[in-house]
DNA sequence: GTCTATAACAGGATAGAC
DNA sequence: GTCTATCCTGTTATAGAC
């Protein structure tokens, strides 16, 4: 592996578990197996241009798991309820530590850190168009599809936070039954809609 | 006010906008208008100690609000809704500054700093207690309160994340209606489950 | 209790030999 | 491209006058 490489996939890992203001150069440094000079040769803007490419990689990385996991079950409902549920053994088995860098950096340095913040929207906006769009394949209309990413997300970065801080599964297993009913609810609106009225037409809203 | 009080609550405002690395103490006597002894007079743990009483001060501020805010609506999904709505308008207010220091703190500290894990642990215990005794009274079964309050928080919590880091009212948005859903689907359940059952049990799960 | 000055140290970043 | 030594600035924390 290149030593850029290394040293960005070790900023990520840095990221995920102590945040940026925690992290380093010289811890940096170490994780990756390279002298303090090097991360400066190849990254001229040092430690912030390491975060903005960790979180770039990881953001791109992390997506990939959507399809991955939702794919496993036929109902878009049970799908993610066991996505939930398996987010929440990987965290328990790596001792809580966070899975999601994007969500640690932009709550700590949203406000402080301008273009790190820019490089987190970017991601998390790659996060909703990708996954909107597979949504609409599991047969969710356009704007269900995005209000379900969104759901999910939100559902997701707060998961990591109250898990990591009470070092417990139920945050994730309640999310995702929650995120669960809430798709269900969706789909059997939609199926109502197409069975009482124009063909190919949504327009019953959600209400009950 | 007094000068302790003064300074755990310029923390927690710094706290929320910055996260905890990021602000010195330097910084914090600035905001508080005391000098930097004045802190370690007051706080002999220092920094972290100032974190933990800002911690615990806004954590018991923000349960408060949930019975303010949802009592304002008799249906308990049109209430969340609503809430998570009033969530997003607030924060765009005030520039997508973060409104939870608990959540921010927690995600950036937790495997760096023991004693303030502890402290997230406790302040988002209560908020789980308090929070699920305040939805019983609104209906909901015990496990379901449980349920519920989680979802709640994990969505609230999330959405500030996604929220900061797009600077867009979206996340609340769509977090508030996948709750309410879940909410609904949880009233219908019990409710057909008390019609149709034995009287004063909610044996029927929610399955759809 | 309030404030100032400073100690003791760690941080990010750089220069330049190899 | 790799590595070492070092600069400079910031930090937390303390000592001690008022």
């Known amino acids: 592996m290149k030593t850029d490489e ?29 002298p303090t000079g090097s991360i400066y040769h190849h990254f001229k803007g040092g430690k912030r241009e390491v975060a903005a490419a960790a979180l770039r990689q990881t953001g791109a990385a992390y997506i990939q798991l959507l399809p991955l996991l939702l794919d496993a079950h036929a109902d878009l409902a049970v799908a993610i309820e066991a996505a939930f549920a398996a987010a929440a053994e990987d965290m328990e088995n790596t001792g809580w530590a966070n899975m999601c860098p994007v969500g640690t950096v932009t709550a700590e340095v949203a406000d402080t850190e301008p273009t790190l913040r820019e490089v987190a929207a970017e991601v998390m906006g790659t996060w909703i168009d990708e996954g909107s769009r597979y949504l609409t394949t599991r047969g969710l209309s356009e704007t269900d599809s995005r209000s379900v990413i969104f759901a999910i997300l939100t559902a997701i970065e707060g ?50």
């Open 6 to 34: 290394r040293i960005a996939l070790a900023m990520a890992e840095l990221l995920r578990k102590q945040g940026y203001g925690a992290t380093g150069i010289n811890q940096l440094a170490r994780a990756a197996g390279a």
């Open 159 to 208: 998961a990591f936070v109250l898990a990591r801080g009470l070092r417990s599964a139920e945050p994730f297993l309640a999310a995702g039954r929650s995120v669960a009913a809430y798709v269900a609810s969706l789909e059997r609106a939609e199926r109502a809609a197409r069975a009482a009225g124009a063909p190919g037409a949504a327009r019953a809203r959600a209400k009950a």
